[in-house]
């Protein structure tokens, strides 16, 4: 199993422009997250999906949006992006538990560095 | 809101040593705590978490916590420190919400010296 796998590894863009960070899992988890590393701020998540067809947005939503293409992947895409977006992005997922207790913990892919001059 | 607070930037110990990376908590309901680790340049790996039950809680590669409440506090510690522990470890913590979104602290860079 690859677990969780991200492309691009790097990427630079000019401010205004847009891309869109690919995320795949292949453990069939029902969840997927997509969260952004930032020196002394620790990870803060963008959005998430808790189970295919739903989406959700976390604690630093804007300027981004994602879709659940199908259970598999979870795209991020940035529409016109800013260099306050310059970030670490990772990707995550989780077998969503039955019962209200996270009996299970996360997998993240290797990240995407993103700098936008 | 819930929170987690690590309050040290950077430990440093000399390998055999003993390890304490520090972390608090601030939540309204039950927490459920987690710690994480993350090499250079990888994602971030489980390492333990505490759900319920016994306060100490043993994880990956040695690596264990003690859960306080009264002290709302989530300590990772190790007895004799390796120079390959010498990583990033984030504390997080997630409600009984009957989703699992955690909340992250900003990390504990932690290096070990031969």
């Known amino acids: 199993n690859a677990g969780v796998t991200q492309t691009p590894k790097f990427q630079v863009l000019k401010t205004g422009q847009s891309m869109t960070l690919q995320c795949a899992q292949d453990m069939n988890h029902n969840s997927m997250y997509w969260y952004r590393q930032d020196p002394g701020m620790g990870l803060r998540l963008i959005y998430y999906?808790?189970?295919?067809?739903?989406?959700d947005k976390g604690e630093v939503p804007n300027g981004y949006n994602v879709s659940r293409l199908n259970k598999r992947e979870f795209s991020l895409r940035l529409e016109s992006a800013a260099p306050s977006q310059t970030s670490v992005y990772f990707c995550a997922s989780m077998e969503l538990a039955e019962l209200k207790v996270p009996l299970y913990e996360q997998y993240f892919g290797p990240g995407t560095r993103l700098t936008v001059t | 809101a819930q929170s987690v607070a690590q309050p040290e930037d950077q430990v440093n110990v000399a390998e055999g040593n003993p390890l304490t990376v520090k972390c608090t908590y601030s939540v309204s309901g039950n927490p459920y705590l987690f710690w994480y680790v993350q090499y250079p340049n990888r994602g971030l790996q489980f390492l333990l978490k505490?759900?319920?039950?016994?306060?100490l809680v043993k994880g990956s590669y040695g690596f264990e916590a003690e859960f306080n409440k009264s002290q709302t506090s989530f300590h990772l510690k190790k007895p004799s420190a390796l120079v390959s522990d010498s990583a990033l470890y984030f504390c997080?913590?997630?409600?009984?919400?009957?989703?699992?979104?955690?909340?992250f602290g900003t990390g504990t860079r932690l290096l070990v010296s031969p």
């Open positions: 505490y759900i319920t039950g016994d306060n």
């Open positions: 997080a913590v997630s409600l009984d919400t009957g989703f699992q979104k955690l909340v």
């Open positions: 999906s808790a189970s295919e067809g739903t989406t």
